[in-house]
């Protein structure tokens, strides 16, 4: 039985490039449009069957909510119709209709009654309510005492002892800690398995994989792709990685030609004042992304993947080349060169150099490339490469911090840092 | 319509939340609490039969129990008005978060104020007996006009509510309207007074009758005339059902305007 049916569902918002006109300004720009409409939704189609949890996933702007209220009623679509059977409840704010000054358990009252339900049917619940929240203790005194996590369990409770026919949740989850989130995941399983439809919205899409067997893409307002909710997150997911790609090669760009630039004002400095010549080092010293005399210097840095193309964004494990090339501009000793990946919020992953690996660089040409070929077993999450290439004792020629960034994305939520090689034997 | 109706009538519960929490609010933190809902009415009793029997001697007797039969009716229907103005407004929050009828909002106003006027009549009537006045069997009518009134206000909040999200304005200009409303309502005088030349403006009035009728109840103690009440039927009913079609036809984008 189809539950939720969406037909040629459009949607537009209008855009005010000011605030609301004043009476001067209707009177005297009367005519001239000061607005642009905007659609948010464009043709939407769509069929939902009793008992499907469907998950909506999408960037941020690209009509996820605005579908979800247009669901729940609270806005209507400029052209199209949506037919929905049943008793929905949604949970698009937690705790919309609290009033600060009642109670948790006039709340529990309150907030039903708002979502619809008689005092007989309040009544049946308002025990299960105070229990799933966890609030026994505290659900007689007034709500603006509790802290936020309460207020956002008893919200929760609420919300979801409603006992709907259709369940709609715009990105709540993401409240609470990380027990209650999971009590929540388990009554919207035990939802799933007393045949209730439920429509979700997440970014998670980890969450989307676990808890949905259909999922629906929404892009820039359109439907991108719909069905069996692994095929859908992993186009998803590919197109993501593109995008990030993208981004951030841009960003390399972007950074490749404000190094140029800086080098020039290098120079040209240096050029000024030839009696600090030492003042050069040291201002090289002082930039925090880059030092070194530059008697070997690196030009470039890429990450290639498999067939030598290069990217930012990585699956875990794959095999990945990380290719540096240099410039000789001085004689050297015995250079040694170093890598170093960090995650972005600071933790060293992994770091070695030719010499820790028991490589002697005798001789360079005057301009080459050293690769650093290795399996990407990292988790999911963004990475900075750091490069070097020194002496024996550590005199540097050219330390490059932060030089390139990349993405690795992993289709699995294992935790940790690396993956380690592994198998599990069961007896 | 119907099918709003029908809806109301499920959320019954909310509805009446509502009022008690506006009827709790409004006192909230006053030590005497509930009990100014009577004292209010009382003390502005006093204040005006001191005012009319020592400073301003007005050739009505018992002028103070006159206005004060006016008054309470027209305090119903004036701040239900008002307050409902801003009703969808300022509860902006609700609206675009959780489903429900939105004509809740003012008709919770209304109701809420219909409390407040039932409330002060258990003043009106010791009161009535303290100035040795005399209570008739007119009193069963009030029912009716009470009811009258109700469907009135009703129409009116609906009508005001919705076209303020619009237009925010208009709380303004009622809050001027309803204090030049007030004096075109024999009120604080008796339609006697009215000059001839005027009269049509009172005429005009759909309030002025429910105001006679109250005044005839209470303060002549006779069966309102019923002629002018049909007038303020058809009125009240044409009031209710254009308000609940402008707020039918605006609520639709009441999420997006707020």
Redo the contacts between chains.
């Keep these: 039985m189809t539950v939720i049916e969406v037909k040629n569902v459009w949607k537009k918002?209008?855009l005010y490039h000011e605030k609301r006109p004043s009476l001067k300004e209707i009177i005297l720009f009367k005519g001239r449009g000061k607005w642009e409409d905007f659609w948010v939704l464009k043709d939407i189609n769509l069929k939902i069957e009793k008992g499907t949890t469907v998950g909506l996933i999408g960037q941020n702007g690209s009509g996820k909510s605005t579908l979800l209220?247009l669901l729940?009623?609270?806005?209507?679509p400029d052209k199209g119709q949506l037919n929905i059977k049943g008793r929905?409840s949604?949970l698009?704010?937690l705790g919309?209709?609290f009033?600060p000054?009642?109670t948790g358990r006039e709340n529990i009252?309150?907030n039903s009654?708002?979502?619809?339900?008689?005092?007989k049917e309040?009544d049946k619940r308002v025990d299960e309510i105070i229990e799933f929240s966890e609030l026994e203790e505290f659900i007689d005194n007034p709500v603006r005492s509790y802290s936020s996590g309460m207020y956002m369990r008893l919200a929760f409770a609420t919300a979801i002892n409603v006992d709907p026919d259709i369940l709609l949740i715009d990105e709540v989850l993401a409240v609470g800690d990380a027990n209650f989130q999971k009590k929540c995941l388990r009554k919207i399983n035990e939802f799933r398995k007393q045949g209730k439809t439920i429509v979700f919205v997440s970014h998670d899409h980890n969450v989307v994989a676990k808890l949905c067997n259909y999922a629906v893409w929404l892009d820039q307002g359109e439907i991108k792709a719909s069905g069996g909710s692994k095929g859908v997150i992993d186009s998803y997911l590919a197109h993501m990685a593109e995008q990030e790609e993208i981004r951030l090669a841009g960003e390399h760009k972007q950074r490749e030609e404000n190094d140029v630039i800086g080098e020039v004002v290098d120079n040209e400095r240096v050029a000024r004042t030839k009696e600090e010549v030492n003042s050069e080092q040291e201002s090289q010293g002082q930039s925090p992304n880059r030092w070194g005399t530059r008697e070997i210097e690196i030009t470039d840095v890429k990450l290639l993947d498999g067939k030598s193309i290069e990217r930012h964004v990585f699956d875990s494990g794959e095999h990945v080349t990380i290719q540096i090339r240099y410039k000789v501009n001085k004689g050297f000793g015995n250079p040694v060169f170093g890598i170093g990946i960090f995650r972005d919020d600071g933790i060293c992953c992994y770091g070695t150099n030719t010499e820790i690996d028991n490589l002697l660089i005798k001789d360079l040409k005057d301009q080459g490339a050293v690769l650093f070929k290795v399996d990407l077993n990292l988790t999911e999450g963004h990475f900075l490469l750091n490069v070097a290439v020194h002496d024996e004792d550590g005199y540097m020629y050219d330390y490059q911090s932060s030089r390139y960034s990349f993405v690795v994305n992993s289709k699995l939520s294992e935790v940790g840092i690396c993956k380690l090689p592994h198998q599990w034997i069961i007896s | 319509m119907l099918k709003t109706l029908c809806e109301l009538y499920k959320y019954r519960e909310m509805l009446k939340n509502m009022v008690t929490k506006e009827l709790r609010q409004r006192y909230k933190g006053s030590v005497l609490g509930f009990l100014w809902t009577f004292l209010n009415p009382l003390l502005m009793l006093v204040i005006y039969s001191i005012v009319f029997s020592t400073i301003m001697r007005i050739d009505i007797e018992n002028y103070s129990m006159f206005l004060f039969v006016g008054l309470l009716p027209w305090m119903f229907f004036s701040t239900s008005v008002l307050i409902s103005t801003g009703s969808i407004v300022n509860n902006g929050n609700l609206i675009k978060k959780i489903y429900f009828p939105r004509e809740i909002l003012p008709i919770s106003v209304a109701i809420t104020g219909l409390v407040n006027f039932l409330l002060s009549l258990i003043i009106l009537v010791p009161a009535l007996l303290f100035f040795k006045m005399e209570i008739t069997v007119a009193i069963f009518t009030l029912p009716v006009i009470i009811v009258l009134q109700l469907i009135m206000v009703l129409g009116f909040t609906l009508f005001v509510s919705s076209l303020n999200v619009y237009f925010r304005d208009l709380e303004h200009i009622l809050g001027v309207l309803m204090t030049a409303w007030f004096y075109v309502t024999p009120i604080i005088f008796p339609l006697q007074m009215v000059p001839t030349k005027f009269l049509w403006l009172v005429k005009l009035n759909p309030v002025a009758p429910l105001m006679f009728a109250y005044q005839d109840i209470f303060y002549y103690g006779v069966v309102p005339k019923w002629e002018s009440l049909g007038n303020v039927f058809i009125f009240s009913v044409a009031s209710l059902m254009i308000g609940m079609l402008t707020f039918g036809y605006l609520k639709r984008n009441f999420a997006e305007e707020l």
């Design positions: 918002f209008r209220k729940t009623n609270i806005i209507y929905v949604s698009l704010e919309a209709g009033h000054d009642f009252y309150y009654s708002v979502f619809g339900l008689t005092k309040i």
